[in-house]
């Protein structure tokens, strides 16, 4: 069996890649990798602007802006799936030690921010223990 920090930090690692700092990078990161390749594409001729510098642009920014919008819809559903996956391993982890959802909040509010994904799994915690 686990003990409370390594439960804490494997729960956490497996959130850490939802924080929004992280997903706002790669959300800005898909943003410019759009435009980039909007942009050669209009450059190389692969899409065609009837010559109106407006059409480009319109062409340049919906691309950024549906890469972006799908990239935030399928973080949102990855992100379900994990934290799911992560509240059933810790009722399981609650239930087979006997330890209770308070003790094991404090726990993380201490460790919180020395582990990855700290402030997500304790925000977790304080949701399953909210009735």
Do not use: N
Not at 3 to 30: N, S
């Amino acid at each position: 069996m686990q003990t409370v920090g390594e439960l804490l930090v494997y729960c956490g690692r497996r959130l850490a890649p939802f924080e929004r700092l992280r997903v706002g990078k790669v959300g800005c990161g898909a943003a410019l990798g759009a435009i980039a390749v909007t942009g050669a594409m209009l450059a190389f001729g692969l899409w065609d602007t009837a010559g109106s510098w407006k059409a480009g642009f319109r062409f340049v920014v919906l691309s950024a802006l549906a890469t972006v919008i799908l990239l935030f819809v399928l973080y949102a559903m990855a992100e379900t799936v994990v934290e799911r996956s992560v509240r059933r391993g810790l009722r399981s982890y609650l239930r087979e030690s006997g330890m209770d959802l308070e003790t094991l909040t404090r726990a993380a509010e201490i460790r919180s921010g020395s582990i990855a994904g700290g402030h997500r799994l304790l925000a977790l915690l304080k949701e399953i223990g909210s009735p």
